[in-house]
């Protein structure tokens, strides 16, 4: 599959276009830089692919591995910043939308790194961010100025986007992912009772962590002859 331009006037939704990029520029800069190539005690995507390939026999069991433990870790933080409920919502729940996207990213890239994608590579970058937002890629794909079919966010890579295209495309994923943070606040109006609130975000973070987990291991199918881990000796 191969992403093509589109007329500039689809390119970005107009609230990123008139003031909110700065923002949007810094939450992808932390997935990328957290989520993908590891910051302070974050090991990076490739040292936890790495990690989990020596404790398993295959490449799969190593993916299933990263699965399990980073569904868990979406869970304990959904249950810890839902305990203060409202008193605490106003800070609790952008810090943990925050900290559940860098989870997710470093989870798919991890998976993408074991199925045999190189995690440095810009393409398959932004082809890690893409798959967060799910099934509203095409949605996301359009409002970057890029059209494409099947196979949307695997499409990415191989492909010879210029610099100014990928950065396009990871503005409107940021600007998805943002948008989700007022979703998420909605969803968790039992966070009035601490306990519950606990309880109901622990369980909403769990669901959506699996579900970009079924959905990133889908994306990015093993790539024939490779080993597993992709290692490189720089960006």
Do not use: C
Not at 65 to 93: D, E, I, N, Q, Y
Not at 127 to 145: I, K, N, Q, W
């Amino acid at each position: 599959m191969s992403l093509r331009r589109t007329d500039d006037r689809d390119r970005l939704p107009e609230p990123v276009a008139r003031g909110d990029e700065g923002v949007v520029g810094r939450l992808v800069q932390v997935l990328l830089d957290a989520g993908i190539d590891g910051l302070g005690p974050l090991k990076s995507a490739r040292e936890l692919a790495d990690l989990a390939a020596q404790d398993t026999r295959t490449p799969e069991g190593a993916v299933k591995k990263v699965v399990r433990s980073h569904v868990v870790k979406g869970g304990v933080g959904g249950f810890v910043t839902g305990m203060g409920g409202f008193l605490t919502m106003p800070v609790a729940l952008p810090a943990n939308v925050l900290e559940f996207y860098v989870v997710a990213t470093r989870m798919v890239a991890g998976i993408a790194a074991l199925r045999g994608y190189d995690v440095d590579d810009p393409q398959v970058r932004s082809a890690v961010l893409l798959t967060l937002v799910g099934s509203e890629a095409d949605e996301v794909l359009a409002r970057a100025g890029l059209t494409g079919g099947s196979g949307k966010v695997v499409g990415l890579v191989g492909q010879q986007l210029p610099p100014a295209a990928l950065l396009m495309l990871n503005k409107a994923i940021g600007f998805k992912l943002l948008r989700g943070v007022g979703e998420k606040a909605f969803a968790r109006l039992g966070r009035a009772i601490p306990l519950a609130g606990g309880v109901l975000g622990g369980g909403i973070d769990v669901w959506m962590m699996k579900r970009i987990a079924d959905h990133a291991m889908g994306e990015f199918p093993p790539r024939v002859g490779s080993p597993g881990v992709v290692r490189s000796t720089g960006h």
